[in-house]
């Protein structure tokens, strides 16, 4: 079929130059030659054979690398018609139909987006819809047109942070870790894409009531607000579940309880496991089993945060699990809940992440007119640098759907500066009774005055993200040093001490705090004890003599000088030890 689009198979002699032609390879096997300057209407032929789907399969991807002066990819006719090509669907502009494109030909390919963009004799495919050029969590961010394109990306980050519902089957799975929202809801402004995904039933996030305002202080820097009252009825309520899987280490060990172990009793079963909704707590007991090799009962405990068992599951066959090599094996799932807190990281769909720095009871926040009191205090200074004006718009569309019972579009490119979504959402809300810029009269918490300014307010879809404080905080009085260098270690697992580098040293110098810079780096850390001496001023010279003291047997020692013997002065000084090293 090539041959007869002007293809000359291998076996035909080839009377054109061998620069002059483009090989022609179908997955990856040699087919012929094709000549250069007739190369482009072959592949236009095939291309219309391969919408129809006429004698060439409708997935054929059909790659013609072109010659370039500069260095480049080898040119050549590449078609490929294996059965596993990731393809995508474009319109092609001269078929006036669909045509599947692969990774490789869509690169030396004119695809425009918009019928506007097209350059006559240029462009050969078109987008099907404008949104297309977009990744699936990307497809998701409200409005993203609106944005400063950098917030965009940072919500693609932090998209995939987020605390929600990966999955459901987490009961009957054994996740090793599985960070899960409790309380989820729909946001109430989201693009066509989220409900193509169905992610509703994979929600992400809470709609929070935002006031966007500087208030207390405490939302310095982009932290935010929470009202106490919002995380005592659940908001942002989420839990980690984990899984451990316990193997024990002979065939002929198994899984029970030692009836004499009476504060092991009281926490597990009669098979030596906790059962589900146990609460366990550091040191508790966890599990017990007859060890084989010592011929005893062991009971292992419990280390690390509060939480409650989910599911205990016994592997092998339970039915014979007194016999041999059975039931050996036994997996624990447990939840550890995470109730929102100070140190906790939230975003809203728009790149605008915080930290939680203060939870505010209901009584102390400001209140509207009709007495709304905010979930979040939102800081005004991260809008003007950002230019998330996306999150603004999604602050009035949210809440002109709260007030009127719907869900508003946030697909992108829909609004044009004629039409703008302030205005459309502005209409609604002065619909609904409200300002039409989303605006609302204030009352202090703390004095109960109305405030001077208007104050912008509204629903915001918010995200817990997976880094909390419960996993980062780290603090040491004293503890393990390193063997070699008597200095504190490192790790938070390990109960090590937060590291003060070169730079912090830098800080302290330039601070003139030299003082406090001792204290850390040597009083605190690997100061030891050497001996120096005085008339030749070094500390390899001193050494420790054992004496015996001949009146009685106790041992004395005295430490004399190698170098200058008895000239010596031998001093007692405090270097660090790694000095001494
Ligand atoms: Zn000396």
């Not at 024990?248 to 092991?264: C, G, K, P």
């Not at 007859?290 to 009971?299: A, I, N, Q, R, V």
């Not at 300002?435 to 609302?440: D, R, V």
């Not at 703390?446 to 629903?459: D, H, L, Q």
Request: net charge neutral.
């Amino acid at each position: 079929m090539l041959a007869s689009l002007g293809m000359i198979p291998l076996n035909e002699p080839n009377i054109l130059s061998k620069d002059k032609c483009f090989t022609v390879m179908l997955d990856g096997r040699v087919l012929g030659k094709v000549p250069q300057r007739s190369a482009g209407r072959l592949v236009d032929k095939l291309r219309m054979l391969k919408i129809e789907g006429l004698k060439v399969p409708k997935t054929l991807e059909i790659v013609l690398v072109p010659l370039s002066k500069t260095k480049g990819q080898h040119p050549g006719l590449f078609l490929f018609a294996g059965p596993a090509l990731m393809m995508r669907p474009v319109m092609n502009l001269a078929a006036k139909k669909v045509e599947l494109i692969g990774t490789f030909e869509q690169v030396y390919m004119d695809i425009c987006i918009t019928q506007k963009e097209a350059h006559p004799g240029i462009t050969t495919h078109q987008e099907l819809s404008k949104t297309s050029f977009m990744s699936n969590l990307a497809s998701m961010i409200p409005m993203p047109d609106c944005n400063q394109s950098p917030r965009n990306m940072y919500q693609c980050q932090m998209g995939k942070q987020t605390m929600g519902t990966p999955w459901h089957n987490w009961l009957v799975n054994s996740d090793t870790k599985l960070y899960r929202l409790q309380t989820p809801s729909t946001p109430l402004f989201r693009p066509v894409h989220y409900d193509m995904l169905k992610m509703d039933d994979y929600a992400m996030g809470t709609n929070a009531i935002v006031a966007v305002i500087s208030y207390t202080g405490y939302d310095m820097e982009d932290a935010m607000i929470i009202n106490k009252s919002s995380l005592e009825r659940g908001f942002a309520y989420g839990s980690v579940v984990k899984s451990e899987v316990v193997t024990l280490n002979s065939v002929h060990s198994y899984f029970a309880l030692d009836n004499t172990d009476i504060q092991a009793a009281k926490y597990l079963q009669e098979d030596g496991l906790p059962h589900p909704g146990q609460k366990v707590t550091e040191d508790q007991p966890f599990y017990s089993y007859f060890d084989h090799e010592s011929g005893k009962f062991l009971t292992k405990k419990y280390h690390g945060e509060d939480m409650v068992i989910d599911q205990v599951k016994l592997c092998g066959n339970v039915a014979v699990r007194s016999a041999a090599g059975n039931c050996g094996k036994a997996i624990i799932t447990y939840r550890i809940p995470r109730y929102p807190m100070i140190g906790d990281k939230f975003a809203s769909r728009a790149g605008q992440k915080g930290i939680c720095s203060q939870t505010l009871p209901t009584e102390d926040l400001p209140f509207t007119e009709s007495g709304i009191v905010p979930d979040i205090v939102f800081n005004p200074h991260g809008f003007p640098s950002r230019m998330t004006i996306a999150m603004m718009i999604e602050c009035m569309a949210g809440k002109s759907a709260a007030l009127h019972g719907l869900v508003h579009d946030a697909t992108p490119f829909e609004f044009s500066e004629e039409d703008t979504a302030i205005d459309y959402f502005g209409k609604l809300l002065h619909a609904g009774g409200f300002n039409h810029f989303g605006t609302e009269r204030l009352y202090s918490g703390v004095n109960g005055c109305e405030m001077r300014a208007n104050i912008f307010f509204g629903v915001v879809y918010y995200q817990r993200l997976r880094h909390m404080v419960s996993d980062k905080w780290q603090v040491r009085s004293t503890g393990v040093t390193d063997m070699l260098t008597r200095q504190p270690i490192g790790g938070r697992k390990r109960g090590g001490g937060v590291r003060f580098g070169e730079m912090e040293r830098d800080s302290l110098i330039s601070h003139g705090a030299s003082f406090l810079l001792q204290d850390r780096l040597f009083h605190c850390s690997d100061k030891s004890l050497a001996l120096i001496c005085r008339t030749c001023g070094t500390i390899l010279g001193p050494v420790l003599a054992i004496q015996n003291n001949k009146k009685d047997t106790s041992l004395n020692y005295t430490a004399k000088c190698r170098l200058c013997a008895d000239e010596g002065i031998i001093e007692r000084i405090e270097i660090p030890t790694f000095l001494g090293i």
